[in-house]
Every structure is written in structure tokens, then in C-alpha cells.
């Protein structure tokens, strides 16, 4: 399934950033959804989040619907997520200026003029709400699609149980995308819960269609690591362990891991499905806020089980996390200039993301 | 009273900043009076402030009389106000150069070369002591008139009664000088002390001669707020209130509040006169130091008095301060480009003020 | 043994910085052996350190040799010191590559091309442990001189005591060369330990011979300090102190100093030797890494004198950190633009080391 001519040819170009190849600088993109909270977040406050470093104010209108408007004030750039709710308007904090979802001023305190209200606006944003998350489209309102939202059953179907969280990373959100595609660095930076030593040896293959990256990586005949084997009750046995890890888009990755028992024990399962779910919302050029989920088709009554694996994960993400961080600040402080990175194997499916982003954002700056 | 050509037409320019309209970026003013320090903040030991963005160091000479020179060792740029004062000479703490009140060398140590000691200067900077306040002037000293220096009777007059504060804004200080001239705000920002929602909305008079600008509300038949209502002991009683707010240089705003009580109560006053002073210092270009003081004419003798307004007014600022940090952060955050500022009705007394200190900030550009 | 000719002429030129005199912004001298760290901070995992603004990972192989590499996988920018030592490689935390002590890799999981290892390459740097100290030298490999190394016999002879430390300080390493060739200070800001009073106005001798500056001061019939006086067993007597201060490179200074005393109690010495080290390292350009020992003749085999000397010299250093932090901050804060510094006559030491470094500077920048 392997389409190497589409991406770049590691013996020919070995360095790394090369043209065409987006990097920290890149702007970030601004047409596609992004998680901008989780449901359960947003009650009657309003709340500031930062989608694609565009500061926003989310609130809900009286039948509960979510609606996101730019966190600024027209009149004098008070964030209006500071302000209050009342009725279907969010009220800034400042002068009583209230807004409606679409952005418009209802109402100015002290100035009744309607073409003050008609000058009187602020930029409304598409928000669709498919629990647990809000998704937010931060670019050209023409292009929002609802249609590509991603879709995650695996949250909200009763076959699957899972297990969420949120870390912030204070690095440029290319790294974690090029860290989820990089599954050599499992056995390495994470040793102790999600790697073995024989996974980074493992055969990858690779498929890039559109502005889509797949990598699948199987591994034959060895034990589980830490995050698997008690949770599927496994501990020490030759499996065959699949990871198939999707980039879909600038805020979505998601990995579909299969575990294949040869030879289960008598009423034990052949096959075991875990869905790992990385929603990657860019909230500055160099800050990412980073939810996740991880759902198992197995043992889903347990939630020992869903903690135990809550608890492995955790530890996995805290480890990239401090990764991703520490290379930006090497990239900030080094003292011999800029330091072209050299590509290996394992990264074609991350230069492959690296080329769709700065076509994406090519194609953003040419539409000004 | 209203001289409305000489404030913007709201009508035909509501964007902000427009042009000859001063904003955060605009240089300090530095030919103008400041609050540098409390008189009773300068002891035996010097006294590092910043005025307008000048580091300075403040110290009192053998007589008692304050003086002010540039934070800064003319030697090797070591902070004066970290040494010590000997006599009347301020003696570095670093290689022990002492320097008289005019900021010229007295004493070089390890050098007698009288042509040493000649080149060996720091500018010193007009300073008058008018208790309770360091009043400092930074700019130009030739035109820096005593008789600018602004004069607050209700500060020592045994028929007032006084509570004062100090608060820390990371903000420029010409929010805060706006914030004053809005008392739109009092209804929404100060809902909980300072304003009643009647508030926003009463008629406002405004009055522009020369560099200074007035404004008055006046808002008849209303209860009054809990900066006042206890202290005046007026609690649910219907009454005038007058608000006749007054930009006076960029470092001093007077607030002078008045409340009438068309019925009042055998042996009771019919009209309480309240003063609430703003000394308004920009330290650094982002950073205001504030002073305040509220006086009274009623009650005077009774401390639990000053104690409740002094409570309810340090609440206020409080709701000021993060307001204006919050205003900066968004600025300084967004992502969506420069976001220009509507204005309102209520906003001709700060455009106003915004035209005068672009003005001063031109004349001191041309004057070098 | 002055040679005047060779350093600034004060009266002609007495504002600072002038042309071909080196600053806080004068890059970092590279050709020049700097202390990396201690050897006992070196066990069995990488260290990370930074050395005139580079950063380095340092290792031990096998046989227990010390090897340095730059902090940078040149993969995808890991910082190598959070990575682990196997063997004689020193493998990176994220993907495993492993280097050796030449910075070559010698291994890459997941990519067995050959071209692939010859391509991925850190720097190594020249390396020398003298214990206690750790040299590198972050610049051109083919000047790395090992006999250029200072050398500190008094810490490795069982006739010297010694007591050192370290200490961060947030400025340029100029600052602290200028401090340690400027003795005047000792009298005002190290009045308490290291200065008396007369200190200040004793007699300079200068003398500059290539790239090294030696100052020598001699205070006759005088006290000693709290840094001597207990430790000697002389409070109160009136000795002879020399003090012999030397620029050596932009990574080392060296104070010999030396009290006579005139007339000694029957059975104790005339003559007592002290010698301060001062190993200064800039890690970036306003951050200095300040390594320290102060070696005696004296009562080498008392504890309590060797502690009693380390609380007075950490008490000097420290008050050296803080005058040296507050002057950047003047020098970053100051509103009045640039402000020439002035020189006096203790300060041709200082002069001569920043026309030296100057020097050195404009060397490296021809060699690219």
C-alpha cells in the first residue's frame, strides 16, 4: 500500500528542514476544526480558549447552544469571556456592551444610536458540539465544512469503555503530529509503558492519499509493553501487536491499535481493539493544548482497567510532552545557528505531514 | 458647558486609534508633575523609583530636604538608590563615587584628577515636597513650574477625613486615565460598589479647555452604591448624585463626587461632598503606579467610616487593575491582526483626553 | 612594570565604552578553555551544561574518560544529555540513535543504511579534566591547545586548604572580569568581609603583556578584614596585604594575595599566602557560570578556618552577583537611551582586559 513517490526521497535529501517541508515557523492553519474545549467545560460562564492563536469566547445561548465570538471587545479589547451570559447575549465585563451568537451588538449602554450598534461587532466563529468535544473552526467561515468533523463513535457507543485527559505542551503543535507518526521513539522515550525493545524494529508501511498520512506497523511474535499486557491480561505472551496511525488532519491524529492472541485461552478473545484519539489544538505558534482519549472494545465494565490504562497513558504523554518541550528550548537557546535536522527511515511518514501543512498553509497565504 | 468641536465627531470617524489620537504606544510624557513617592516612603536610605520610564533614586540630604537624581552611576551603571547617603552626597554602593543633590561628583575615590570628578555627572530632576507626595518632574527642567504642580487642600484640611492606597498596574497608564473619564463602567465593571445599573446611563456634560477635560454625570432619584451608601448612612434613600471627573495633567485625575438629599432627616446634612484623587504615574511604558485617596466631609471623626470606604474603594481598583491587564493581554495576544476600536457616545471625554496627550507627546517630539 | 602605552589614556578619552573596547554585546570568545563543570558532577549519566553559548552533553565512556558532544541529536534536536550512556555511546532519549565520543553515530534503529550513520554526526569538543575541574574548549579544535590550560597546583598539594564553590549570575562575564581587576570595589560594596576603608586608595601598579592583565595593589600598616583577620589569627594588627590580580583568559582569573606581617608573635609565620581562583564561564551572553576556590598556607589542617573563609567569600560573591544583576538591569530598563559610562584611573585594569577581549573577538569573527 506503500506510495513512496509522493514522499521525499530520504537518500537523495537526507536533510531536514528542506523546501516545502513546514517547521515551527509555519503559520498555523486556520481552515480546519479544531477541539476548542470539551463539552462538560462550557456551562453557564462563558469561557476564553485560544483556537490556532485566535483568542475566543464561548458561551451558551438559552436552549443551551454553544456559540463562539472573538474574545475582544469591539469598544475598547476587553475579553469578553470575562463578561457574564444573559438570556441569548454575552454582556462584556467593561461597558454592558452585549453581543448575540452572530457577532452583532444588541445593546450599547449610554449610546442608543443604531448605527453605533450597526458599527459595533465582533468576528462569530462555526462551532459544532459532537460530545464530549466542541469543535471550532477558526478560518474562513465559507470553507466549514461540518461534514469534516472527525468522527470518534468510539466515545459514545456502549460496546467501547474509555478514558480521556488534556496536557498543555509549551512547543509548536508539528511535534506531537510528528511524534505520533514516529512510532520508533515508543521503544525509547517510552520504555517503561508503551515501547519493547524489538518494536522499533519493526516494518513500517506507509500510505499518504491527499492530505492524509497512514503508517501501519506490525510487529510479530513479541510480549506486550506495560500499557497492554495486564489490562488484556496478557502479561508475557507472543502476540502480534498492529499500530495503524492516521494523520487526518492539523488537529486530529488517530491511532487504531490491534492485538491478535495465536492462541487464546479457552472463552479468551482472538483480537483486541484499542482506539488512541489525539485532538491537537495549536493555541499559539509555540503552545498546544493537547486532549486525548483512549477507548478498548475489551473488559469495558472494569474500570480498574480504564484507570490502569488511564494512569500508563498519562505517564506516555507526560514523557512527550517533556520531549517536545526540551527539543524547543535546544531549538531556542543553541549557540552554533540553525542546525539542519537529517531524516532517517521511520520519518518519511512525518515529512509526509510536514508537506501536506505547508501545502495547506501555501494555500491559505495565496487567499490571503 | 459642553464645547463639542473639540472632541471627535463620533459619527463620522467611530474607529479608534484614529489618527492625532494618543494610545499605548505613544512616548511618556516627560515634561509634566508625577507622583514619585509618598513623602513618608523616604527615610535615611535612598529610594529607587521610575517616573515616566527614568530610573531615578530619591534621597533626603542632612536639612531633610528630598532630592532626586538618575538611578544610574555615571561611572559603571550601578543603581544609586542601592547605595547609601552620607551627609548630603549620595554614595555609591559599588566604587564609593559621592554625589551632591545637583548630581555632580563631590568624591572619586582612587582618582583626584579635579577633571575626574568634572566629567563624573548624573542629571538630576526637579523634585517638590508636598505632603503627602514626592511630586518629580522628568522632562525638561526649565519647564518645570511649581506652580503646575497640582494642589489636593482635602489632604490636609482638619475638615476631611481621608483614606489612601497604592496599586501596581501592568498596563499603560492611559487606560487608566480613560477609565476615569468613562464612569460608564461603574454599572458594569463596579456593579458590586461603586455603581448602580441607573448609572450607565445618565446624561453626561462634557467641557474641554486646553489640556484638561471635564466631564459630569449627574443621575437624579437613584439609591446610592456601597462606596456609599453606609458611610453617608443613606442606605435605599433616593438621591442626586453628581460625578464631575477631571483630567488634569497625564499625572492627576480629580473625581469630585457629590450626593444631594432632597429630604433629609432632622440634624442630617442635605449635600456630602467626596473627593477621590488619582495620582497617575507610568513607570515603564506598560506599567502605572497608582496612587490614591479618597476624602470625605462627612463623618470625619469616625474611623470605621474611613475603614468601610477605603474596603469598598480598594475592591474597585482591584476590578480596575485586572480589567486593564486583561485589555493588554488581549492586545498584545491576538491573532487576528490590529483590531481597531470603536467608540461610543460615552467615549468623547477619554477621546478627548487621547487627543491632548498626543498632542503634548508631538510638542515634546518636535522639542527633541 | 607599568607599561601605560598599552591601555587607554583617561584624560584623552575618558567615555566608555569606546571603539575597540568590549562590551556585553561583544560575541562570546570560542578559542579559549572554559570550565565545563566539576569532575565529581560527572558519574555514570550525561550531564548537560552550556559553555560560551553553546550547549554541550557531557559523558564518561568505559574506561571512565570524559567526552563531550553538542546537546543536540542532529535527528531531531533531542537534548543528548537526557538520554542515556551504554557502553562508550551515548544514546538519545527520543529514537535511540547512539553516538560516540567523536559524535559519530554508530548506530540508528530502524535505518541500517550506512549513508544514513555517516550522515549523522554531532560535534565532539575537545575535553581535559584537571581535577576538580572539567576544561572544554567550545571553539575551533585545531587551536585547542591542552598546554594553554591554567593551571591550579594549590588545589591538588596537601600543603594548600581549600574551600570553593559556584555561583549563577545573570549578566555578561565582562562585568565579573571588570569586578575581579577592580579592587576599589572592595573597600564599598565588600565592606563587610573583604574591604576596609583605606583599602580603596592604595597605590595601583598595572601591568598588560599580550592578552594577560596584571594589576598589583599594596596596602601597608593597615588591618585586615573579616576574610582574613579571624583565619590568620591577626585582628587588629597592622600588616602589609598584597593583592595581585590576573587576567589570564576570558575563562580565568587568578588573585594572589599575600600579608606580611611585619613583626610576628614568637613561632608564627611572616608571610601568609592566599590564593582566590575564579573560574568564569559565560553560558549565554548575560549569564555567567562562576566556579570558585579560595586556596591558604596557613592552618591547612583546620576545618573550621577553611569553613570560617568559605561563609566570608560566599557572603563577597554574592554581594559580587547582586551588583553585577542590578547593573544589567539599569543598563536594560534605563529610559534615557545610551548613557556613555565614565572611567577613572583604577580602572585602566578593566580597560586593558575589554580592549584585550575586544580583540580576541574581532579575531574569531575574521576566522569566521
Same sequence: chains 1, 2, 3.
Avoid at 513512496?4 to 480546519?32: H, K, M, Q, Y
Avoid at 485560544?50 to 474574545?71: E, I, N, S, W, Y
Avoid at 438570556?87 to 448605527?115: E, S
Avoid at 516494518?203 to 489490562?231: F, H, K, M, N, S
Amino acid at each position: 500500500m506503500s506510495r513512496a513517490e509522493a514522499v521525499p526521497d530520504l537518500r537523495s535529501e537526507p536533510a531536514f528542514p528542506a523546501a516545502g517541508i513546514a517547521d515551527r515557523t509555519t503559520p498555523l492553519i486556520r481552515n480546519c476544526w479544531y477541539v476548542a474545549a470539551r463539552s462538560a467545560e462550557l456551562g453557564d460562564a462563558p469561557l476564553g480558549v485560544a483556537v490556532a492563536g485566535v483568542p475566543v469566547a464561548l458561551f451558551r445561548t438559552r436552549d443551551g447552544r454553544a456559540a463562539a465570538v472573538h474574545d475582544r471587545c469591539a469598544h475598547r479589547s476587553f475579553p469578553l469571556s470575562r463578561g457574564r451570559v444573559e438570556g441569548d447575549r454575552l454582556v462584556c465585563g467593561y461597558h454592558g456592551i452585549a453581543y448575540g451568537a452572530d457577532g452583532l451588538a444588541a445593546c450599547i449602554p449610554a449610546d442608543d444610536r443604531p448605527a453605533a450598534r450597526a458599527a459595533m461587532r465582533v468576528r462569530a466563529f462555526p462551532l459544532v458540539e459532537r460530545p464530549p468535544f466542541l469543535w471550532l473552526w477558526p478560518g474562513d467561515p465559507h470553507q466549514a465544512d461540518e461534514a469534516l468533523v472527525p468522527g470518534h463513535p468510539w466515545l459514545s457507543d456502549s460496546g467501547w469503555a474509555f478514558a480521556t485527559g488534556c496536557t498543555d505542551i509549551e512547543a509548536n503543535y508539528l511535534g506531537l503530529h510528528e511524534n505520533l507518526l514516529d512510532t520508533t521513539h515508543f521503544s525509547f522515550l517510552h520504555a517503561g509503558n508503551v515501547g519493547t525493545p524489538a518494536y522499533a524494529t519493526a516494518p513500517i508501511d506507509l500510505e499518504v492519499t491527499g492530505d492524509r498520512v497512514r503508517q501501519v506497523r506490525v510487529l510479530e511474535g513479541d510480549v506486550l509493553p506495560a500499557l497492554y499486557d495486564r489490562p488484556m491480561d496478557l502479561v508475557g505472551k507472543p502476540v502480534t501487536r498492529t499500530t495503524d496511525s492516521r494523520f487526518v488532519s492539523p488537529g486530529w491524529h488517530e491511532a487504531h491499535a490491534e492485538v491478535i492472541d495465536p492462541a487464546p485461552a479457552p472463552g479468551r478473545p482472538v483480537r483486541y481493539a484499542t482506539k488512541i484519539l489525539h485532538a491537537i489544538t495549536p493555541t499559539a505558534q509555540d503552545r498546544t493544548r493537547y486532549w486525548w482519549a483512549i477507548a478498548r472494545d475489551y473488559r469495558v465494565d472494569e474500570p480498574d482497567v480504564t484507570e490502569m490504562m488511564r494512569v500508563a497513558i498519562v505517564e506516555a504523554f507526560e514523557e512527550d510532552r517533556l520531549a517536545l518541550e526540551w527539543i524547543r528550548e535546544v531549538q531556542d537557546r543553541d549557540g552554533l545557528g540553525p542546525v539542519p535536522e537529517r531524516s532517517v527511515k521511520p520519518d518519511r511518514g512525518g515529512l509526509a505531514m510536514r508537506q501536506i501543512v505547508a501545502r495547506l498553509a501555501a494555500r491559505e497565504r495565496e487567499a490571503g
